[in-house]
């Protein structure tokens, strides 16, 4: 069956494929993450297609879908794409990545696809809590496949005591810590579940004890598996520290 598609979308990656084209992956809000092949790149006057076709654009695209690939159109770049640096740079590599690995093809998510602007907006706006809207990305992100939790109840729907500490079960939601978290789980605090759940920024300690806990949720929906932009990150750190 062919389909034609004619929507807005972000880059999410692109590489190249055969000989003059590129493989790229775009978000949609209407189509989802689509794989789409744009061909004849090797000219001059295809430099702003290629242009545009760079991750975290926002683009305007036309194309037919045939089977597992789609074929483009058109693509024209909706704003300038960020240019970042540093942990900018590294958290748009890592949303990207995540968004990759963990959302399947063809699966129309819009509020996944909102959640992503939201997180893009963050980056370029340069946030000062920029570790806090990465985690809101990877609970938008888990929510929207189905993987998420009430953050305001723990796993039996309990709700989560603000003075009390929790580790997480991936397949249960969270646990209240009685003498410390099981072994290779994090502690976080209740204030920092209950900060996901009403979308308030909490303090910089609840940010930081947020992130191994959502680190073991999405390792877990890997399989496991680690993802690139986690081993370029503890690089940087191990330098920072020489």
């Known amino acids: 069956m062919t389909m034609r598609i004619a929507e807005a979308a972000f880059v999410l990656h692109a ?5 003059s084209s590129l493989l790229v992956e775009v978000l949609t809000a209407e189509h989802g993450r689509i794989g789409v092949v744009a061909r004849g790149l090797g000219s001059a006057r295809r430099h702003l297609l290629r242009a545009a076709l760079q991750p975290l654009q926002c ?16 693509a024209e770049a909706v704003d300038t794409a960020p240019r970042l640096t540093g942990m900018g740079a590294l958290s748009g590599f890592y949303i990207n990545e995540l ?6 093809r063809h699966d129309p998510m ?12 963050m980056l370029i706006a340069e946030s000062s809590v920029l570790a806090w809207h990465l985690r809101c990305y990877e609970r938008d992100l888990l929510a929207a496949l189905g993987l998420g939790f009430d953050w305001h109840l723990d ?4 709700p989560v005591d603000v003075q009390a500490d929790y580790w997480m079960e991936p397949e249960h939601g969270a646990r209240r810590c009685d003498g410390g978290a099981p072994r290779g789980h994090a502690q976080v605090p209740g204030r920092a579940l209950l900060a996901l759940a009403s979308d ?8 930081s004890r947020l ?28 330098w920072s520290r020489e």
């Open 211 to 238: 992130r191994p806990m959502m680190r073991e949720l999405v390792r877990h929906h890997l399989i496991g598996s680690d993802l690139q932009s986690w081993r370029i990150a503890r690089q940087l750190s191990d």
């Open 99 to 104: 968004t990759m690995r963990m959302v399947p």
């Open 200 to 207: 308030h920024v909490p303090d910089r300690d609840a940010i």
């Open 59 to 74: 683009i305007r695209m036309e194309a037919v879908q045939r089977g597992e690939l789609a074929t483009l159109r058109s």
């Open 155 to 158: 796993g039996d729907g309990l």
């Open 15 to 19: 590489r190249p494929w055969r000989e």
């Open 110 to 121: 819009p509020e996944l696809y909102a959640a992503y602007a939201r997180m893009r907006g």
